[in-house]
């Protein structure tokens, strides 16, 4: 069974920076992508970017230029570093192994957690004050 396990976030200021880093276990296959999800609260499941298996990467258009993503894929591993936080990028941010091909339009959904896309870890919260 997979399980992934975030660590990192926190609070910063706005323009500052912010890490978050994912650990998996178990075996990942090549056809998921590894990604982070954020939801802020009251609103939807957004994917902020995700990363093939021979590292393609996307990123919705708000954090681009901000955020990136890397991973080290032998040791399921992925990190988002965070750069010029906006006062809109607080959410508790997900890390995910995904389908991406499986992902609604529009790459949102209600909750991050549901069934059927993939593997989710738990969860970190990323606060920004402004």
């Known amino acids: 069974e997979v399980q992934l396990v975030e660590s990192g976030g926190g609070s910063v200021a706005a323009g500052g920076s912010l890490s978050v880093s994912c650990t998996a276990s178990?075996?990942?296959?090549?056809?998921?992508?590894m990604a982070w999800f954020r939801q802020p609260p009251g609103d939807e499941c957004e994917l902020v970017t995700s990363?093939?298996?021979?590292?393609?990467?996307y990123y919705v258009d708000s954090v681009k230029g901000r955020f990136t993503i890397t991973q080290d894929r032998p040791k399921n591993s992925v990190d988002l570093e965070m750069n010029k936080l906006h006062p809109e990028d607080p959410a508790v941010y997900y890390c995910?192994?995904?389908?991406?091909?499986?992902?609604?339009?529009?790459?949102?959904?209600?909750?991050?957690?549901?069934?059927?896309?993939?593997?989710w870890g738990r969860g970190t919260q990323v606060t920004v004050s402004s």
């Open positions: 990363i093939s298996s021979y590292g393609a990467t």
């Open positions: 178990g075996v990942i296959s090549d056809d998921f992508d």
């Open positions: 995910a192994a995904i389908l991406l091909r499986s992902l609604p339009v529009g790459r949102r959904m209600a909750s991050c957690g549901e069934k059927g896309f993939g593997y």
